[in-house]
């Protein structure tokens, strides 16, 4: 039996986690959950996996929630109670699903305790990348992937990378892939959040629209597998059933296919190396010809050429990226800019804020700050 944290729980990627627990009780138990304020939802998921521990980062949530569980649940609060949960003894495995910065922390503490660390939080890699993979080296954490594209690699990578030539990212293109540009100035959140193959919450869809996320994935991608950006290609495919593929010098091209269904990627970092059900269908291929691939558009798709920029500039120009887009992303949802602006702010930070490196979590942390700060400044002439 294998004791989980999720932390996260209470998010698309948690939901598909507990579902995926829930068919096979007698695999895995869950020993902690983690949301931020959602404690109505925290609610519901206690009276039915009943965890050892709650932690609801807010602190109001988490007295709302006292009052209302069973008192054999422990309830906590506060960022560093998320440390306390990932890093926790009775921990097995750790799903890292925080959306956000926010994730960077706990992500890592659960690293340091050399847990099975499954890593949807792509943005812990963003941040602080090679202070992540030194972490889980140094402490034997095992990292899995959370992510469709990664997953398929590191499936795809099983028999090693010798004669390697590229992976290549495969991205759905998102909602406005056939949309011309000119016609993305007057799109809406809720156009944009109208993902055509997966189901996820609003801010990773908004990137998904954007192709922020795929840059975002270009650089977990360079840190999970130690490639520079010369040998990371992204392909659209809006179908999204081939998730990444591997390319070979002597020309054979490996790829992992199935239907878009996070419950899949969940199941196998829970089960690795072994494989058990997931709740998700084979992919029936007859029936779902003809598979497309393009080209990406980096004028359309600023972002992703934003991204692949920041991975060649190195240092903290990554985490300066992601903290400009997401609080442009943040702006746009709630309707005070408009789409093609998130790309626009997000260059705009990069040429302001210093490039440097970083060391430490902390250094990580503090270029967060000062990149939200300058993102705020900037953001002001747009809204
Ligand atoms: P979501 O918005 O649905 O859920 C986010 C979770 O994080 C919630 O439980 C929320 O309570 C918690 N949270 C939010 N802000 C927080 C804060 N400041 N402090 C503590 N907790 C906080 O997001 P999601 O779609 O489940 O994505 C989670 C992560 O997984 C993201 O990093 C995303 O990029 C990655 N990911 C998601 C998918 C997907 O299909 N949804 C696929 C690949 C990777
Ligand atoms: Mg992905």
Not at 84 to 112: E, F, N, P, Q
Not at 211 to 231: Q, R, S, T, W
Not at 248 to 265: E, N, T, W
Not at 301 to 324: H, I, P, V
Request: hydrophobic residues 45%; contains cysteine; proline residues 4%.
């Amino acid at each position: 039996m294998k004791n989980i944290t999720i932390l996260g729980a209470t998010g698309s990627i948690g939901d598909s986690t507990l579902s995926v627990i829930s068919l096979h009780p007698d695999k895995f138990n869950v020993f902690a959950l983690s949301a931020h304020r959602n404690w109505q939802k925290m609610q519901l998921l206690c009276a039915k996996f009943q965890p050892n521990i709650v932690v609801m980062s807010d602190e109001t949530a988490a007295e709302k929630l006292a009052n209302t569980i069973n008192s054999d649940i422990q309830v906590l609060s506060g960022a560093q109670a998320l440390n306390t949960i990932a890093a926790h003894d009775k921990t097995d495995y750790v799903m890292a699903a925080i959306v956000g910065s926010a994730g960077m922390a706990s992500s890592l503490a659960a690293a340091k305790a050399g847990k099975r660390v499954m890593l949807a939080n792509k943005e812990s890699l963003v941040l602080a990348g090679n202070l992540f993979m030194q972490v889980v080296h140094d402490n034997n954490a095992e990292l899995i992937p959370v992510d469709s594209e990664h997953s398929a690699i590191f499936q795809c990578l099983q028999s090693g990378k010798v004669g390697l030539n590229k992976i290549q990212l495969t991205a759905s293109g998102g909602p406005f892939l056939h949309t011309p540009i000119e016609k993305l100035h007057t799109v809406t959140p809720s156009e944009a959040c109208a993902h055509p193959n997966w189901s996820m919450g609003n801010k990773i869809s908004v990137d998904s629209a954007t192709m922020m996320n795929k840059g975002l994935e270009v650089i977990e991608a360079h840190y999970l597998f130690d490639l520079p950006a010369e040998k990371i290609d992204v392909v659209i495919h809006p179908q999204s059933f081939i998730h990444s593929s591997v390319y070979y010098k002597d020309g054979a091209i490996i790829s992992q296919l199935g239907v878009p269904d996070m419950r899949a990627v969940i199941s196998y970092a829970m089960s690795y190396p072994d494989r058990i059900i997931s709740g998700v269908a084979p992919l029936d291929l007859a029936n779902n010809s003809p598979l497309e691939f393009y080209t990406p558009n980096l004028d359309k798709f600023a972002c992703l050429r934003l991204a692949f920029d920041a991975l060649k500039q190195g240092g903290n120009a990554m985490g300066t990226l992601n903290a400009a887009n997401e609080i442009a992303v943040e702006y746009f949802l709630n309707n005070q800019i408009a789409f093609l602006d998130i790309a626009s702010i997000v260059e705009r930070v990069l040429e302001v804020v210093q490039h440097n490196n970083i060391y430490s979590l902390e250094d990580a942390i503090i270029n967060d700050q000062t990149a939200r700060t300058a993102t705020h400044k900037i953001v002001k002439q747009y809204v």
